[in-house]
Every structure is written in C-alpha cells, then in structure tokens.
C-alpha cells in the first residue's frame, strides 16, 4: 500500500521555526517531482517548495524562498521542510506530494502529482 505521512506541525509564534517531515512506504522518491504545498482554510493548494527528479534544483514559491527549504534523505525515504522565519500567512495544512516516476510534471500544480499524505497542520501566532 503506497501512502505518505507529513508530521511535525504545530504551533509557534511569527519568527519562529519548524521542520515538517515526510515519509513514504510502498513507493521511493528516486525518480519523481516531489514537492511540499500548502492549503489554507478558504484558499486553494498553493506550491511551496519542491525539486524535480534529475535536477540538482529546488524550486520555491517566492513567499517562502529564503525562508524554507526542501531536503531529501534518500537512505531514509523522507522528505523534509525546514521552516525558518514563519509568518502568521504561514498557517495552513501542509501536504507532501510526489508524482509518478520517471515523469515530469509542473511543478507548481497540485493536480499533476500522484500521491499525496493526510497533511500536517502549521500555525504561526503573532
């Protein structure tokens, strides 16, 4: 069964820092677009971070470059966020979301990635 679990939300206060999590079974991150996103109550699914498999590269959405920062441990089959300088607009679920292997997909759209977790809920107090 192929599932992925995001962890390591909560709350803290505007300044402060997290690093979501998540792991994957039934599948490995070789060779697929993975990427973190973002939905809060009343908006869509918005694109935060992610890379492309065979690029060196990471992408950001401008809101969180500088900030956040996207890292794969391949041994361990996780993905992670670290989460530096948050923001109250910050709050929101975050989910973990990879696309099928050996496909390249727009990065920046929810829709063309095939797997997805439960989310981890991020708040940030002022």
């Known amino acids: 069964q192929i599932q992925l679990v995001e962890s390591g939300g909560g709350l803290v206060q505007a300044g402060g820092s997290l690093r979501l999590s998540c792991s994957a079974s039934g599948i490995s991150f070789n060779r697929r677009n993975t990427a973190w996103f973002r939905q809060a109550p009343g908006k869509e699914r918005e694109f935060v971070g992610g890379?492309?498999?065979?690029?060196?590269?990471?992408y950001y959405a401008d809101s969180v470059k500088g900030r956040f920062t996207v890292s794969w441990d391949n041994a361990k089959n996780m993905v992670f966020v670290q989460m530096n300088s948050l923001r109250p607009e910050d709050t929101a679920v975050f989910y973990c979301?990879?696309?099928?292997?050996?496909?390249?997909?727009?990065?920046?759209?929810?829709?063309?990635?095939?797997?997805w977790g439960q989310g981890t809920q991020v708040g940030v107090s002022s």
């Open positions: 979301e990879t696309s099928l292997p050996g496909v390249q997909v727009d990065n920046y759209n929810a829709a063309e990635y095939q797997y």
């Open positions: 890379f492309s498999w065979g690029s060196d590269d990471n």
